[in-house]
């Protein structure tokens, strides 16, 4: 490969780590061509991008971003592909639904990962990127425990109005007879 070729490459990595605030560094090496194009689409399905790398010109494209990437280095050996996402947890839930009956040890394996701006080495840390939830779940939550504590007031004070309002009733009615 020419010189200004890995240049173009370079920056063109540089680009696309820029843009996605997660990715997931993953070993494909043993899928055959019908696994890795059922990966490649449900990757499109879920809005996940799938890009095959040289390790050297990644190193080089994350060593040109501002920021320290030194933790990922370690995991550039071997075939890589990157899986860039919006989402924090999309790539590993799709990393453990696809290997789900190989117990985890198919492929894609994890290698590391860079999420919510922290590192995540070893494939023994895909469980637990699979549990962090999104920019949107937590915005949900964070929603719900609002709303909780008015939803109760509202609740009990419907309630005793409720029940002030019967025994008000009952004691009426017992002066009548």
Known sequence: MRKEDKGIIIGQLEEIVKSYPNFYLTDIEALNAE?????????????????AVKNSLLHKALMNIDGDFSPLFEALKGNTAVMFSQTANAPARLIKEFTKDTKGEGKPKLKAAYVQESFYVGADNLDLLVNIKSKNELIADVIALLQSPAKNVISALQSSGQTILGELKTLEEREQK
Not at 35 to 51: D, H, N, Q, W
């Open 35 to 51: 696994k890795t194009s059922k990966l490649r689409r449900e990757c499109f399905a879920k809005e996940i991008k799938l890009v």
